[in-house]
């Protein structure tokens, strides 16, 4: 069924009604204006407004219609996240009193190091790109998700760290010196960190996020979260399987509400530019003249020629091959400490299972790729 919106006016022209609206709503929609930014840029794209419809390709008709599956508002986040970190914080206590990586082989130490430890710069390196999302981002409940999910990735990348320096006990801050180093020069992480930084640099905030969680983020994290886990109980770890439990369960989140959103977007039905700028508020728009600069004109920017299911779909095609690739390149490392995982097995299954049907639940891929 195509996506139809509540009503023909944006939301942030309806007015307020205290019986259908809850606490969620209250703190989320229209929160953000799209004219007559209080503020300008001083840096990159001057003539740009703060909250500018060009800082993506998409168009949306209502951007304030999306709406977190679970409903996140800062109280209900803090509180949520809350307990996790008492979770982690619990399993790590144990594993300390009970001496659990006493009962572990030093191969498997050794390896779970050079796994876990690097990829806490996977991690943070897309909480830093997450920011930039919320900060271009087209309306507070898509900037909203972006925040927290940020959030997540820079908890689970310390809690990586931490974990690190579980294992290692008195050792200390070597093992993560050894992990970044590992990051930045271990061939079997090439790939990956490559991916990661074409990530950094992507100026379209819509297609930082097809990068970060349509595309890489189902193959890795349900390898490090997920499957790696009865690999650690083989070998008598039961931390790393205890913490990945609390750590999917932000991924599932992050893949619901990423999910969510480009199916409302792969549905909108706005195809003129004009109309998406008219519904935004530009029709009677006198321009901007503060501070002796001018604004340029959103209105004059040439229409797009494709769908937003076309551009997404375009994106998923140039973002999905490299994500696969960058995964398969730690193959080397599985193989240097005789681990017997495969990731071409792992990624090839994702994809046929996980991937390729949710990219067609959303309208996105129309058929699986030959």
């Not at 009970?98 to 030093?106: A, H, P, Q, R």
């Not at 579980?166 to 180093?181: A, I």
């Not at 039961?238 to 792969?266: D, G, H, N, R, Y």
Request: charged share 30%; aromatic share 14%.
């Amino acid at each position: 069924m195509a996506f139809q919106p509540k009503t023909l006016e944006p939301v942030r022209k309806q007015p307020w009604d205290w019986l259908t609206k809850n606490e969620y709503e209250e703190v989320t929609v229209r929160e953000q204006s799209y004219l007559h930014g209080q503020y300008r840029f001083k840096y990159g794209k001057t003539d740009y407004d703060i909250y500018d419809p060009r800082f993506t390709r998409i168009r949306v008709k209502d951007w304030d219609a999306f709406r977190d599956p679970k409903r996140y508002w800062y109280e209900t986040y803090t509180l949520s996240r809350k307990k996790m970190a008492e979770d982690v914080e619990g399993v790590f206590d144990r594993a300390q009193k009970l001496g659990i990586y006493s009962w572990v082989s030093d191969s498997w130490k050794e390896f779970a190091c050079d796994f876990y430890t690097p990829l806490r710069h996977y991690e943070y390196a897309g909480a830093v790109q997450l920011q930039y999302v919320v900060r271009y981002a087209m309306g507070c409940p898509i900037e909203q998700s972006a925040t927290y999910t940020a959030f997540d990735k820079q908890g689970r990348a310390q809690w990586l760290s931490t974990w690190a320096l579980e294992v290692v006990g008195d050792e200390g801050l070597p093992v993560l010196e050894r992990g970044r180093e590992l990051w930045v020069h271990d061939r079997a992480y090439n790939g990956l960190r490559r991916y990661m930084e074409h990530v950094l640099v992507t100026e379209d905030w819509a297609e930082a996020l097809v990068a970060l969680h349509l595309t890489l983020g189902p193959l890795i994290d349900r390898i490090l979260y997920q499957e790696m886990n009865e690999m650690a109980l083989a070998h008598h770890d039961t931390v790393i399987p205890e913490l990945a439990l609390v750590c999917a369960e932000q991924v599932q989140w992050q893949e619901q509400w990423t999910e969510s959103l480009f199916k409302m977007v792969a549905e909108d039905p706005t195809l003129s530019r004009w109309e998406y700028l008219k519904a935004l508020g530009y029709e009677n728009w006198p321009g901007d003249y503060r501070w002796g600069k001018t604004l340029s004109d959103p209105r004059l920017t040439p229409e797009e020629e494709k769908t937003n299911r076309e551009i997404v779909e375009s994106w998923v095609q140039h973002w999905l091959p490299r994500a696969a690739e960058a995964v398969k390149s730690l193959q080397a490392l599985m193989d240097r400490h005789g681990i017997p995982f495969s990731l071409e097995q792992s990624v090839d299954r994702n994809l046929q299972e996980n991937i390729y049907p949710k990219l067609q639940r959303m309208g996105i891929l129309a058929q699986e790729p030959a």
